[in-house]
């Protein structure tokens, strides 16, 4: 089935006389007739369904809708983005163990790896998303698990050369994690430019209405764990804390890593999506084709608009002819990027704060990707906790504005940023 048709349908077919919409299971248990039955399901010899921190049928007719829409052979939801990526990469890399992780990258998710896995004993080594190859390899230790990066970086927008940081890693027989997030699998699939892993925020375009926080992952199934079976152990040696099963012998590449970060991480840290979250989620994605296309035209008619604004120092969107990301967005985005929008105003962060306040249809929010417009000043919101020197590695100047078009119609966004923009002149 075309993508359309996925985001509508995908994930969920009702048998005969069954719910045409995804049901809410709200239920914590399941129940058996007999203690065998449930054995089974521990021992991970039958699949169904006993706990739902485990697993749960709402949740997985959504993660498979979004499995299909990424073209992957395996996925989960979580309760946020952030415990996609944590999960993500804790999935195959640990005490001891590297990765190497684009600079450009969500500030939650740059804290995550720098603080707090760094604790964790996992070192991170950053790089630009714009690293020559020699760079890239240059990064990669005996003990690197693992290369991340975003498609579109929040809030930097950069576009990342997914293919080369693939081979990249590949070179290095590790896989290749990208957070899809504001690319979404509408406008863009990792997995077809060699990306292994892909995770999101569903929190943002995939919901699309600020209702519910959740995060999910998904396995292209490709990654050969087998063949670098001594930098993975704990794919392909046996889990002591499931009666020995080896995931890869068990589940083969198509299922090992999901099966693992679902049997291990999410049976020990528990950060499961709620169902009503996961129904709220699916409702979303059932429209998120129509919204990217108004998203991505609210977002070039504004970065257009701001491009020429005297009061405008800057604009990053790569929509716009002659962004830096501009032809690397041809190839990845051919359709179209998001509608978020980053610039400058002239006079540095003073001018940002005062320009934001006059804002009347954008609303000030640690918020992107939703129906309604928002904007934000990183340098004081999400980004606070980086030095300048970390801020500029991350792409995020101190007057950056992080603007995300909603589904208003463009005219009054621009009349709202021009009324803004006036009182800074
Ligand atoms: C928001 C965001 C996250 C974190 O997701 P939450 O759902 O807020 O936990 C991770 N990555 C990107 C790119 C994001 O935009």
């Given amino acids: ?6 985001c509508v349908q ?3 077919r009702p048998k005969n006389g069954e719910p ?30 006993f706990y739902t921190r485990l697993q749960n049928p709402t949740n997985d007719a959504v993660a498979a809708k979004i499995c299909e829409l990424e073209g992957g052979t395996a996925a989960m939801l979580t309760s946020s983005g952030q415990a996609a ?20 990258i969500y500030g939650g998710t740059y804290n995550l790896f720098a603080v707090t896995m760094k604790r964790m004993g996992v070192e991170f080594t950053f790089v630009s998303p714009d690293a020559s ?3 890239l390899n240059a990064a990669f230790r005996p003990n690197t698990k693992a290369m991340f990066g975003e498609t579109i ?46 995770t999101h925020s569903t929190t943002k375009y995939l919901d699309g209405h600020g209702a519910a926080v959740g995060g999910c992952i998904v396995d292209s199934g490709k990654f050969d764990w087998t063949k670098h079976a001594e930098k993975f152990p704990g794919l392909c040696t046996p889990d002591e ?25 999410m049976r020990d840290f528990g950060s499961i999506q709620s169902p009503q979250n996961a129904f709220i989620l699916n409702l979303g994605i059932e429209s998120l084709h129509v919204r990217m296309k108004k998203h991505c035209e609210n977002g070039q008619r504004v970065a257009e608009f701001l491009s020429t604004h005297p009061a405008v120092e800057w604009v990053r969107y790569c929509g716009l002819e002659g962004d830096k990301y501009h032809e690397r967005a041809k190839k990845y985005l051919p359709d179209g990027s998001c509608g978020v929008v980053s610039f400058g105003v002239k006079g540095g ?13 954008a609303a000030i929010e640690t918020h992107v990707a939703d129906a309604r417009t928002c904007c934000l000043h990183p340098a004081s919101a999400t980004h606070r906790q980086m030095n300048d020197e970390e801020l500029a590695a991350a792409g995020v100047s101190p007057e950056l504005v992080r603007y995300s078009c909603g589904l208003e119609d463009a005219d009054d966004l621009i009349a709202d940023l021009a009324a803004a923009l006036d009182t800074i002149k």
């Fill in 1 to 6: 089935m075309k993508r359309d048709t996925i």
């Fill in 10 to 12: 995908g994930g969920y």
């Fill in 20 to 49: 045409r919409q995804v049901p809410i299971v709200q239920s914590t248990t399941f129940k058996y007739d007999t203690s065998e039955d449930m054995g089974r399901l521990f021992d991970l010899e039958a699949s169904g369904y």
């Fill in 85 to 104: 990526n944590f999960y993500a990469v804790l999935n195959i890399a640990g005490c001891g163990d590297h990765v190497v992780a684009s600079a450009e």
């Fill in 133 to 135: 190859e020699e760079e």
């Fill in 153 to 198: 970086a929040n809030p930097a927008l950069s576009v990342l050369d997914i293919e080369l940081f693939a081979k990249v890693a590949h070179r290095h027989g590790v896989p290749l994690i990208v957070d899809n997030t504001f690319a979404t699998p509408v406008n863009c699939r990792p997995f077809e430019w060699g990306a292994d892993i892909v």
């Fill in 241 to 265: 804390s499931y009666h020995g099963i080896t995931y890869t012998e068990k589940f083969g590449l198509g299922g090992a890593y999901i099966t693992k970060a679902t049997a291990q991480l």
């Fill in 349 to 361: 962060r003073k001018a940002a704060e005062t320009f934001m306040k006059q804002l009347k249809v």
